[in-house]
């Protein structure tokens, strides 16, 4: 396997990535894209270094009909930090 010859400043050499990913739910009165953007934006505000997400479900909330809240489950991954051993 070969090895990256450029690593981002201040990063300890990996073979190998490793990501964890956090359930999170969002809801919005407007659209599902506006259910991702404000849980990504939620998300963003205490998780650092999100590399991606997924949405696992979509759902709405209606009454005789009319939707009143869409919803969305996402899985959020971002990278492991590392610190060097001491």
């Given at each position: 396997?070969?090895?990256?010859?450029?690593?981002?400043?201040g990063?300890?050499?990996?073979e190998?990535?490793?990501?964890?990913?956090?359930?999170?739910?969002?809801?919005s009165?407007r659209?599902?894209?506006?259910?991702?953007?404000?849980?990504?934006a939620d998300?963003?505000?205490?998780?650092?270094?999100?590399?991606?997400?997924?949405?696992?479900?979509?759902?709405i909330?209606?009454?005789d009909?009319?939707?009143?809240?869409?919803?969305?489950?996402?899985?959020?991954?971002?990278?492991?930090?590392?610190?060097?051993?001491?």
């Amino acid at each position: 396997m070969a090895q990256a010859e450029h690593q981002p400043k201040g990063s300890l050499e990996h073979e190998h990535r490793t990501a964890k990913i956090v359930e999170i739910m969002g809801s919005s009165t407007r659209s599902f894209d506006d259910a991702i953007e404000h849980a990504l934006a939620d998300a963003r505000e205490t998780t650092r270094g999100i590399s991606g997400a997924h949405v696992d479900n979509m759902s709405i909330k209606c009454d005789d009909g009319e939707i009143l809240e869409y919803k969305v489950d996402l899985k959020v991954s971002f990278g492991i930090e590392r610190t060097e051993n001491p």
